[in-house]
């Protein structure tokens, strides 16, 4: 992490300002890492972390670890990765990059994140020189513009005694549930497993493409298993829910920009085994498909639903 960089973490802890561009500033500065060898970068956490790093977070320093070891005109269209441990905000991470394969068209990175000498997440990148192609895609859910929908925050104000600090931590992204949100439908059984929400970074970003796909990587762990909650009827903070992220697929299919918004269609086709997949998908507000998410996570759930 840059002087500068360290520096805009610092105030923003210190300000404590729930959103906007000091929040986001926050965000880039995370993602600044530092080069302390030639394949090796180091990341630090907010120092108001929870008890875990953030799967985003890690996910996305991992692939800004990669993409610093890529020629620019190569662009990331694929990562797979494993969360393998908990890890620790209160040190910093090791991001160690092998470089798997620099062939004509494709690069591939292999990006493991050390605490303690041990890994805690692995991540393979697949980078591709642009060529053109063969075209399709699906169309974008009919759904209300972001504009007509309340913020997060806003729709969690009732909430917020009882969440704590999940409702009123800073956050760098802007969150619209354009379905209701899962907080509201607890207790009731059967829902459709399906989860959507207008999501954009909460400022302005510098014009670097990869920053922006590591952003939107960072917030492709948002809200994703909220579709499987949301089929049982209930809800982080407020019910005996453990959860994790396992592992972690992203595709990108188009160029994007992260400060504007994107749609996140999310639905759960299977839980089974205290396991839950949640697929989601990336529209622009333009209706373009950018990116396609995949993701099982680890759901106990421990007390039933409240009978509503």
Known sequence: MTEAARQAAADLVKNR????????DGLVALLDLERIEEN???GVSPSDSPVRVFGGQVAGQALVAAGRTVPAERKVHSL??????PGDPSIPIVYEVDRIRDGRSFTTRRVVAVQRGKAIFALSASF???EPGAEHAETMPDVPPPDELPSRMESMKAYAEKLGPIATMPRPIDIRYVTDPPWELRGQRNNEAR???W???????????????CVLTYASDMTLLDS???RHGVYWGFDQVLGASLDHALWFHRPFRADEWVLYDCASPTASGARGLATGRFFAQDGTLIA???QEGLLRITSPPPRI
Not at 17 to 24: A, E, F, N, S, T
Not at 80 to 85: C, G, L, P, Q, S
Not at 199 to 213: K, S
């Open 17 to 24: 300002v729930p959103r906007g561009q000091p929040v986001l």
């Open 40 to 42: 090796i970068f180091r």
């Open 80 to 85: 797979h990765a494993y969360f393998i441990r």
């Open 128 to 130: 591709h020189q642009v």
């Open 195 to 197: 989860n959507q929400v």
């Open 199 to 213: 999501m954009r970074a909460d400022g302005t970003l510098p014009d670097d493409e990869l920053l922006h796909v």
């Open 228 to 230: 499987i909650l949301v």
């Open 292 to 294: 396609t998410v995949v």
